[in-house]
């Protein structure tokens, strides 16, 4: 079974650009999730879906955050403008469904923002 | 309020060694816990999981132990190899009100194998 996908892997940005990343869950997955995780901390939910719907967005930044699932397949979630602080690594995640509790991890789109 | 921590953010063993990391939790809602291991450069792997009835379960060479008393997590590895050097997040479910589920994560504890 293939795992979560995520492109690109590595990005480097300037502050006030924009940048997108791309996530495709595991196949079946109804829900799936954005995290952001920041050096030396754990992993921060961002925004969570049910298939195309948005469950949960309430940690999104969204004066600069989006994020959207318009198939109810792949995900991306974009940052417009980015600051200095929005380098990290972003996790997608996927569940078989909602309230199953067992989330499976992507490799993570590293983002560096000068 | 919702938090998890963890006591040692960085635990050195000899390669054979028992392992263990310990992870504090706040909130008495929480259902579900889970243990994630990341290595460098990928993302979070589920190691094992345990539930809030339950005070132990065992995998293969981890256990998880839940002392729900003082909100108290536990991973314990057995025979700790080279391969398992990583950081370790525990993490708690919280379940939403439309049915959905939340994980809070720890800081992580960075486990570090020596030969």
């Known amino acids: 079974e293939a795992g979560v996908a995520q492109s690109p892997r590595y990005k480097i940005i300037e502050k006030r650009q924009s940048v997108a990343f791309w996530c495709n869950p595991i196949s079946g997955h109804a829900t799936l999730y954005w995290y952001q995780q920041i050096l030396g901390q754990g992993p921060k939910l961002l925004i969570q879906f049910q298939n195309n719907g948005v469950v949960d967005d309430s940690q999104l930044p969204k004066d600069r955050f989006s994020a959207e699932r318009l198939k109810g397949v792949d995900s991306t979630l974009k940052i417009q403008p980015a600051k200095l602080e929005d380098s990290a690594v972003y996790l997608c995640a996927s569940s078989l469904e909602l309230g199953e509790e067992t989330q499976y991890f992507g490799p993570g789109t590293r983002l560096l923002v000068l | 309020g919702e938090s998890v921590g963890l006591h040692l953010p960085t635990l050195s063993v000899q390669e054979g060694d028992n392992s263990i990391i310990n992870c504090a939790y706040s909130?008495?809602?929480?259902?579900?816990f889970i243990w994630y291991k990341q290595e460098s450069g990928k993302g979070p792997q589920f190691i094992i999981d345990i539930r809030s009835n339950m005070d132990k379960r065992q995998g293969q060479r981890v256990t998880v132990l839940l002392n729900k008393t003082v909100k108290h997590l536990s991973l314990q590895i057995a025979a700790t190899q080279p391969g398992d050097s990583a950081v370790y997040f525990c993490a708690e479910n919280i379940s939403g009100a439309g049915g959905y589920n939340k994980l809070i994560f720890g800081a992580g504890t960075r486990l570090a194998v020596h030969p």
């Open positions: 909130n008495s809602a929480s259902d579900y």
